[in-house]
Each structure stands twice: as C-alpha cells, then as structure tokens.
Nanobody
Framework: QVQLVESGGGLVQAGGSLRLSCAASGRTFSSYAMYWFRQAPGKEREFVAAISWSGGSTYYADSVKGRFTIARDNAKNTVYLQMNSLKPEDTVVYYC????????????????WGPGTQVTVSS
C-alpha cells in the first residue's frame, strides 16, 4: 500500500498559480496510476486529474482542463498538480491518491485518504 502526503497549498489571488505535490512512500509507486481529487465543505469529493503509471497518459475533469496539469516523477515517488489561472471556485481541499487501475474517477474506488492540502483563491 502507498502512503501519501500532499503539500503545496496556500493562498493565491485569482489568475495566479500554485503547484501541489504528493509524496508517496514505498517502492511500488510506478505500479500505481495517480489521481488528484478535491472536496469543498459539505460536498462530495470530485475527480480533478489522473496520470498513468509511466506518465504517458493523462486526463482531466472538464472544470480544470486547460488550466491544470498533472505530472509525476517516478524516481522521486512524487506526483504534481500544476494549477494555473486559478479561480475562486477552485478554493477547496485537494487530495491525491493511488490506484492500480487507470481511468477510474469514482472516489469510492479508493482506500484511505490523506489530510489533503488547502487551496484558497481570493477574488
């Protein structure tokens, strides 16, 4: 099982950028597709982006397509989420997670979740 710790959140003005990181423990990181989800208070967790095991394939939620980029460095056991052109509605907690399968966007398919990292976008 992969243990995950998110970081990089913070306060940014609308139109600005942030890069989130997710560090994974274990020696099987490259065996997992990696995902970013986000959750606003009182709402369900929603899919943001995913990247395949080697990093050769990615896909995004429509709400972030063209603004966010997911990437991974298997040598560093880390996945990133570069967020550009941030909007106030991007203000939520962001979570990463790992799954053996690629192309699943249902948060209930995943096991435990880390604490996440808060992103706040001011208007």
């Amino acid at each position: 099982q992969v243990q995950l710790v998110e970081s990089g959140g913070g306060l940014v003005q609308a139109g600005g950028s942030l890069r989130l990181s997710c560090a994974a423990s274990g020696r099987t990181f490259s065996s997992y597709a990696m995902y970013w989800f986000r959750q606003a208070p009182g709402k369900e967790r929603e899919f943001v982006a995913a990247i395949s095991w080697s990093g050769g394939s990615t896909y995004y939620a429509d709400s972030v397509k063209g603004r966010f980029t997911i990437a991974r460095d298997n040598a560093k056991n880390t996945v990133y989420l570069q967020m550009n052109s941030l909007k106030p509605e991007d203000t939520v907690v962001y979570y990463c997670n790992a799954h053996r399968a690629y192309r699943t966007s249902d948060p209930t398919d995943f096991g435990s979740w880390g604490p996440g990292t808060q992103v706040t976008v001011s208007s």
